[in-house]
């Protein structure tokens, strides 16, 4: 390859793949150290950024649950997905029923929350089995749950 041609990622890496066969480097090794400390910035910085972007995405989950919480204490008596899901919608929450289920899943697996499969006759259908939820005011199911880092949220 002459000098004056533009090296792409594709020739730097069918130098390396050369240089693997026949021992030989067609290019400087100035040239591949280049290359090489390049991609590993471009790598870090992409790292930096999904980490960010965890951390948003853990806030945003965070308050979800929270709010997913505060209808379940506020409820009076047993409630579907389905029925959480449209009371945070009119609470004016942008969420879906499948962000919803994860939620009462993870505050039911801490004993927040209590679930039991249901049958709900509606009038004109089928009657439906579906889960129902409610808030554990027994209190005897309650797991504390204490992390020693934020690690397991990156």
Known sequence: MTKDAKMTKKNYFEALVNFANTGVLTISNDELRAFAEKEVALLEKKAAKAKETAAKKKAVMDELTKQVEDVMVNANGWLTIAEVTNELVELGV???????????????KNGLVVKEEATIKEEGKKARKAMTYRWNTDGDNVVEVELESDEAFE
């Open 94 to 108: 942008d969420t879906t029923t499948a962000k919803v289920q994860y939620r009462l899943n993870t505050l039911v």
